[in-house]
């Protein structure tokens, strides 16, 4: 999978019992879904059609640092869908554990808002 942004946990992003709130996973989920849609199908003009099953598989802490990896699925013909994983990175290890993971469809639009085929 492909690195497409990385997020330090803050306070304003803390709800109830410490944790990161899930809303504000799922905007982050939705920026690195779209902007790594838009460089493998090399268009600006997407917009976002499905979010798939959501799993919060681990808490996310304050200062924890959240990176969100993409990974194409199944290009279609005005449809693009992509794996994210959200994955709670451990600097001084190294190691990485995954903490939210979903699949995101986004279709391609044209000036009228209508789908429009990919180029391939
Ligand atoms: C996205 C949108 C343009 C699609 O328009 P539409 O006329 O319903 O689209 P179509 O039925 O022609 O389907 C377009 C693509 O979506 C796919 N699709 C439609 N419903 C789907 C579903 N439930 N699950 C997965 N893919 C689906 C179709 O298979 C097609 O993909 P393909 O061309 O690769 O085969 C329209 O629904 C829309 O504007 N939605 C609002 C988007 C939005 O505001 N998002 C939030 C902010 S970005």
Redesign the pocket.
Known sequence: MELVSTHIVLNDDIGVRGNLYGGKLMAWI?DAS?AYAREVIKSPN?????VSECLFLKPSKLNNIIKLYCETVK???????VKVEARRCDVTQGDEEVVCTTEV???Q?DED???C??KK
Do not use: C, E, N
Request: charged residues 15%; proline residues 4%; aromatic residues 0%.
């Open positions: 939705d779209s997407t917009v976002t059609l499905k290009i279609g013909i005005t449809s693009i869908t469809t986004l279709v639009i808002g209508r789908p085929a990919i």
